[in-house]
């Protein structure tokens, strides 16, 4: 089978429920722009830097997080899913971890991100950055839970999202 003649996957924010958007940006990669290979597992498995502003008045944390929904698995992989950033803050450097956040664990099966790694001759994947503005400080997702377990409990505590897409392939 030809992995890459199957269809292009949806978004997931597509399917969840609409909220307001703010920015998010990057230093290292423009909005539908290829990433660099620091960015790919291959490479340096380094996080790109993000920063963000806009966000509403009420949110209380933050959880950032990179899905590639293009994954040959029927369900996308989750690269990373940072949990707890404070209000306060408004960026992450590159290779680095809000400071005061925990780790959902990655698709990888590791704490923090991992990045791109699509098989080899398979399409660009999209790699979707997103920021999530909660209403609450603490979401009682312990360190190293399922990203699907973390996503289900922020989704209703999700009031506003931004989101900055990357590509990779091999």
Known sequence: MDIS????????????????SFTVTSEDFVDGARLDDEFAHSGGNTSPQLSWSGAPEGTRSYAITCFDPDAPTGCGFWHWFTIGVSAETSSVARGEAAPGSHAARNDFGNDGYDGCAPPEGDRDHRYIFAIHALDIDDTGVPAGASPTYASFVHVGHTIARATITGTWSC
Request: net charge neutral.
């Open 5 to 20: 003649t199957r269809p292009v996957a949806p978004s997931p924010y597509d399917l969840l429920p609409v909220v307001p």
